[in-house]
Nanobody, 123 residues
Framework: QVQLVESVGGLVQAGGSLRLSCAASGRTFSSYAMGWFRQAPGKEREFVAVISWSGGNTYYADSVKARFTISRDNAKNTVYLQMNSLKPEDTAVYYC????????????????WGQGTQVTVSS
């Protein structure tokens, strides 16, 4: 079993930055891809970014491309999401997730989930 724990999010003004982290315990962290998703009130959970087990491949949703950066430190069993130039529409609960196979972009393709952390961007 794998446990994923996100860092506390927060409230930030539009144009600001925030870095989320997600610490993993349990099964070997470096053996699976890690993703970030988000869910705004009244909306479905959506893909934000994913990074391969080695960190060599990353993919982003168009809405966050060039503003967000996903990275990982396998020695620390941690994945990060650096969020820059934040917009009010980035407000959501952010979730990290782990996938045992592939580098997926769909919710159903992930095997493990964190509890989520709130990010609020004020205008």
């Amino acid at each position: 079993q794998v446990q994923l724990v996100e860092s506390v999010g927060g409230l930030v003004q539009a144009g600001g930055s925030l870095r989320l982290s997600c610490a993993a315990s349990g099964r070997t962290f470096s053996s699976y891809a890690m993703g970030w998703f988000r869910q705004a009130p009244g909306k479905e959970r959506e893909f934000v970014a994913v990074i391969s087990w080695s960190g060599g491949n990353t993919y982003y949703a168009d809405s966050v491309k060039a503003r967000f950066t996903i990275s990982r430190d396998n020695a620390k069993n941690t994945v990060y999401l650096q969020m820059n130039s934040l917009k009010p529409e980035d407000t959501a609960v952010y979730y990290c997730a782990g996938a045992l196979t592939g580098i997926p972009g769909l919710v159903d393709e992930y095997d493990y989930w964190g509890q989520g952390t709130q990010v609020t961007v004020s205008s």
